[in-house]
């Protein structure tokens, strides 16, 4: 059964630094990845999806690689800013589930970015 | 384009009472499902549905009803209010691309007492 793990569960930075967020899954078959920004009280904002033929995906300060034989991906956040504070969600489609679309979600981190 | 919307925002129940939520989405996409979120737990999915007047269950379907008459909407029904219910509803859709990217509503957050 794959499972998706995100750790720290709480992550605190000073305002300009470079962080990275871990995901781990632990079947390695995956069809993609996607990474979520959820901010409090609110639902869920795509900010980059990774097809399991890809090692990275960027959109602006972010970057988002894939390794799947160690079962992992990485969210880098360059140059972090107040507005950045929120929880961070990783989810994976199985391959069994490409038609599906069923996601299986982490717990994600909340990251907060101090001024 | 409003997306995912969800209705109601927020609601209280007493236990057995019962209600439906709604979902809808104007991307015209084939595919919709239901998702709850709670702490320590993360977001399950409860139901789907992979086109109109299609059903399937997820992961924990227990307790739900779903039903996708319409291709826009995506209704999530409790029959019997339970306070293990109590949770925040989050429903999405997607399209049929290659990339299966998600969108979410806002989110329906359910107390049950």
């Known amino acids: 059964k794959q499972e998706v793990t995100q750790i720290p569960a709480a992550l605190s930075v000073p305002e300009g630094e470079n962080l990275v967020l871990n995901c781990s899954f632990t079947?390695?078959?995956?069809?993609?990845l996607q990474w979520f920004r959820q901010d409090p009280g609110k639902g869920l904002t795509s900010l980059l999806l990774?097809?399991?033929?890809?090692r990275e995906q960027t959109s602006g300060r972010l970057n988002a690689s894939l390794d799947k034989s160690s079962g992992r991906s990485t969210l880098y956040i360059a140059a972090s800013q107040p507005g950045d504070s929120a929880t961070y969600l990783c989810a994976v489609i199985s391959p069994g589930s490409s038609n599906t679309g069923k996601l299986i979600f982490g717990q994600g981190t909340t990251l907060q970015v101090k001024p | 384009n409003a997306g995912v919307t969800q209705t109601p925002k927020f609601r209280v129940l007493k236990t057995g009472q019962s209600m439906t939520l709604l979902c809808a989405q104007d991307?015209?996409?084939?595919?919709m499902y239901w998702y709850r979120q709670d702490p320590g737990m993360g977001l399950r999915l409860i139901h789907y549905s992979v086109g109109e007047g299609t059903t399937a269950k997820g992961e924990v379907p227990d307790g739900y009803n779903v039903s996708r008459l319409k291709k826009q909407n995506f209704l999530l029904g409790l029959e019997s209010a339970a306070p293990s219910q109590t949770s925040v509803y989050f429903c999405?859709?997607?399209?049929?691309?290659?990339?299966?990217?998600?969108?979410f509503g806002p989110g329906t957050r359910l107390t049950v007492l």
């Open positions: 999405a859709s997607r399209t049929t691309s290659r990339d299966n990217e998600q969108f």
């Open positions: 991307m015209n996409h084939e595919y």
């Open positions: 990774i097809q399991s033929s890809q």
């Open positions: 079947d390695s078959a995956i069809y993609n």
